[in-house]
């Protein structure tokens, strides 16, 4: 069982930034970052497995950043240039089938943290 707890999340106006964290117990060889918006469906956000460069969604290209610190045991996402569109609960989530530019499919994953709320207002 992997543990996952996400941090970071909160209100910030448009333009802004947010730095989200996740302390995994582990990092699988595919780490992920999905959210889910009120009345919306999950969507991935963002990925990064054995290739090093991150996998993004198209709404968020060149604006958010994955990162992971294996030292650590920390999955990071930076947030800029953020719109009020981003707005929603963002969870980490861990997965141990390997992917090498890692997956935006929810079902890939094995592990999901609890969430972080990220409100972003105009």
């Known amino acids: 069982q992997v543990q996952l707890v996400e941090s970071g999340g909160g209100s910030v106006q448009a333009g802004g930034s947010l730095t989200l964290s996740c302390a995994a117990s582990?990092?699988?060889?595919?780490m992920g970052w999905f959210r889910q918006a009120p009345g919306k469906e999950r969507e991935g956000v963002a990925s990064?497995?054995?290739?090093?460069?991150?996998l993004y969604a198209d709404s968020v290209q060149g604006r958010f950043n994955i990162s992971k610190d294996t030292a650590e045991n920390t999955l990071t996402l930076q947030m800029n240039s953020l719109k009020p569109e981003d707005t929603a609960m963002y969870y980490c989530a861990a997965s141990r089938l390997p992917q090498w530019r890692g997956s935006l499919v929810g079902a890939r994953y094995d592990f999901w943290g609890q969430g972080t709320q990220v409100t972003v207002s105009s």
């Open positions: 582990e990092l699988t060889v595919t």
């Open positions: 990064i497995a054995t290739y090093p460069i991150g």
